[in-house]
């Protein structure tokens, strides 16, 4: 989850089809994917949801937010409008997740780091939010090079994992 035009379509698109798409197709509601993974000898399917973050889409999210297991915030590190707000909109979306999720692992992509001088990622302040949250962790992301996309899904995917054991 997280507000629009993040890269949260573009990160599951990257994880799931190793694609990237220049062109920006607005999320209508909601898009479902499914990747197969194997861990240990065991398969597993994911089924990762892409929610708009748009306003107008507020009414819809409850219901997919529903029997999650884990949640992903995605934000944008460009240095203009956008990444300003969407970082500060991360507790928002935190206690969305929470209330209808209740306490599952959330972590948090700060995404599109090919378009900021990686010198200018603020880590300090993204392990603050991290820490006043309680999230899992974050991972710097880039959906266009790849950079971090499958470190960080793993990562939750491998939580899941270990805890259903």
């Not at 937010?65 to 979306?93: K, M, Q, T, V």
């Not at 991290?130 to 971090?148: D, I, W």
Request: proline fraction near 2%; charge should be negative.
């Amino acid at each position: 989850t997280g507000d629009g035009r993040v890269g949260k379509t573009s990160l599951i698109s990257k994880y799931t089809l190793g694609a990237f798409d220049t062109d920006y197709v607005e999320t209508l509601g909601a898009q479902f994917s499914k990747y197969d993974k194997e861990i240990d000898g065991d398969s597993i399917r994911l089924l990762l949801w892409d929610i708009a973050g748009q306003d107008s889409f507020d009414f819809l999210r409850p219901s997919f937010y529903r029997e999650s297991d884990a949640a992903i915030i995605a934000y944008s590190l460009e240095e203009n409008e956008l990444g300003i707000r969407s970082f500060h909109n991360i507790p928002n979306w935190y206690r969305e997740v929470n209330q209808f999720c209740g306490d599952i692992p959330v972590v948090i992509f700060a995404n599109k780091v090919d378009l900021i001088s990686e010198d200018k990622v603020d880590h300090a302040k993204i392990q603050k939010i991290v820490n006043e949250n309680g999230f899992l962790n974050y991972y710097v992301t880039s959906a266009k090079t790849g950079q971090g996309v499958h470190k960080a899904f793993n990562t939750i995917i491998d939580k899941l994992y270990t805890r259903s054991k």
